[in-house]
């Protein structure tokens, strides 16, 4: 019985607090982005500037490119969080390629195939011509 006493207390993962932080990251990337696009549109003089921005069909690479980098950085801060405060550890072979992954990849392809031919009947050909 006193071996259940003595025995080491393992910390486990804070699920919620791990959530609520990826939420939280995903919130705080779109912000940071539409502030790396708020600079880029003043540093480029976008005409119109950030609203012709928002309405643009076609945005500028840079805006797109500020935009995830935005998003992104929310997410590793939000990863950040997990392991430093959530008590997430990592998995020891993580990160190891295993033959299994050639599966998703396959099945990812497939789904992108899918998307694709699912949006067919919604082309509008004639609305391309100018």
């Known amino acids: ?3 259940l006493i003595d025995a080491e207390t393992v910390e486990r ?3 919620w607090a791990i959530v609520v932080a990826a939420f939280v990251g995903f919130l705080a990337g779109q912000i940071l ?3 790396f696009q708020l600079v880029g ?3 480029a003089h976008y005409p119109g500037g950030l609203s012709a921005l928002a309405n643009a069909g076609s945005p500028p690479w840079w805006a797109n490119v500020l935009g995830l980098l935005g998003l992104w950085t929310g997410f590793a801060g939000a990863i950040y969080y997990a392991y430093a405060y959530g008590n ?3 998995l020891p072979h993580q990160w190891q390629v295993r033959p299994s992954d050639l599966i998703y ?3 990812g392809v497939a789904c992108q195939f899918i998307v694709d031919a699912a949006y067919i ?3 509008v050909h004639h609305l391309n011509r100018r």
Do not use: E, I, K, Q
């Open 33 to 35: 982005g539409s502030l």
């Open 13 to 15: 993962p804070r699920v």
């Open 1 to 3: 019985m006193d071996s």
């Open 88 to 90: 997430l550890r990592s």
């Open 41 to 43: 549109v003043s540093l």
């Open 121 to 123: 009947p919604f082309h």
């Open 105 to 107: 990849v396959a099945v």
